[in-house]
């Protein structure tokens, strides 16, 4: 099954920053988190640019809300109109 690729944009970690991860000396487990975790990081930058404050100002409702309304563009106007894509 092919996913379509994610502009520059909305890549959650570089190669660069993937290769780092690689070479941390960190478990198998340890090294999911890690990426999980930057991946995140910039995730609610991005949704905290959208609502126009600051990480630390960021509500769960904000973040739930967020989600909500990128699941209903990607369900109504398609994958390609979302900011996640999977």
């Not at 991005?46 to 989600?67: K, N």
Request: no cysteine; charged share 25%; net charge negative.
């Amino acid at each position: 099954m092919d996913l379509p690729s994610q502009q520059p944009s909305t890549q959650f970690l570089t190669l660069e920053e993937s290769a780092k991860v690689d070479a941390a000396l960190l478990s198998s487990p340890e090294k999911f988190l890690t990426r999980l975790t930057i991946s995140s990081l910039k995730l609610l930058q991005h949704i905290a640019q959208e609502y126009g404050v600051s990480i630390e100002d960021l509500t769960t409702q904000q973040v739930i809300s967020w989600f909500e309304k990128d699941s209903k563009l990607r369900r109504e106007q398609g994958i390609e109109s979302s900011y996640l894509k999977w």
